[in-house]
């Protein structure tokens, strides 16, 4: 099944509109097949305050992108390396947390998001640091019991970048950039990035009217120095490109292929939730794809605009950037774009040639 760039014109088409409906500020999209690439498109500004056009190489705050990208890829790298099992207690590695310390919630229950810990806390709004926002995290108990039911849970996965680095022995940015950015040679995505506010997508507007850029957009992760296990990671479109072309591949370095299988494939049957290992699966209720992919695909989101979907079993990938949060927190546009986009690759895909 074949997927061939003359047959994807409506890509661009369908960025262009939705920047001119105005729901969207800017765009970045790259769509492939296996390690080649075979469309690019760039669309609208950067920073619409400062009318700063979009560019190729423009760098996004991923916000929950991170999860998959950066928090569930450094787990799995360490599960292959044989420094922690998936069905290990959270408490063996934290055993002064209340939230995991009966022993009940395992690794796996916060990759699948099946820990029974809740959605969110806006920790930011009472805490003062880092040190209390953990030990308030800490303190958070599971809203019902582990395994039971899907929760899509940020808490879970703060957790679960703070189990990264006692393992890892080191702060979460640093294990993923030893274990899975520096390895898979995503030169320009990180936690806490450096460089001129011109390197980056603008996210929301502060009260004085000016934009959060290069600054990440979530409070709780802002709060925490930009380093969580929920969000914080930065990265462009071919970054992002390189990443998904490696996760559909056979190679096994960094984590092992069998294990990515897994990872994208369904953990979570029977309770009300399809997710593998970070991922979303086709028909969970944070699934982006339509219906119009395969069972084998999967895919993620980002507050901020961010989306990126893959399907191991063709090769096919998706990778796409708005800046839709600097229009504010209206993400009707921008689901539109999902959908418009994904169901667009697909009918293509499955086009015969």
Known sequence: MPVTPDRLDRIGVLLGEAVGGGGIPGAVAMIGEGSVTLGRWTAGLADATAGRPMQADTVFDLASLTKVVATTTVTLALAGRGELKLGDPVAAYLPASRACGDGQVTIAHLL????????????????????????????????????????????????????????????LDAAVRRLVTGPLGLTATDFRPNGPAQRFAATECRADGTAWTGTVHDENARLMGGVAGHAGLFAPAADLARFAAWWVGA???????????????????????????GWACPGDAFDILGGRWPPTAVSHTGFTGTSLALDPASGVWVVLLTNAVHAGRDATAVKALRRAVHEAVWVTAATPP
């Open 251 to 277: 190679d096994d370095a960094v984590v092992p292929a069998a294990l990515r299988r897994a990872a994208a494939s369904c953990q979570t049957e029977g309770l009300g939730g399809r997710r593998g290992y």
């Open 112 to 171: 699948t998001h099946a820990s029974g810990l809740p959605d969110s806390r806006r920790f930011y709004r009472w805490c003062g640091s880092r040190a209390e926002l953990l030990r308030d995290l800490h303190r958070t108990r599971p809203d019902e019991p582990p395994g039971t039911r899907v929760a899509y849970s940020d808490p879970g996965f703060m957790v679960l970048g703070e189990v990264v680095a006692v393992v890892a022995r080191e702060p």
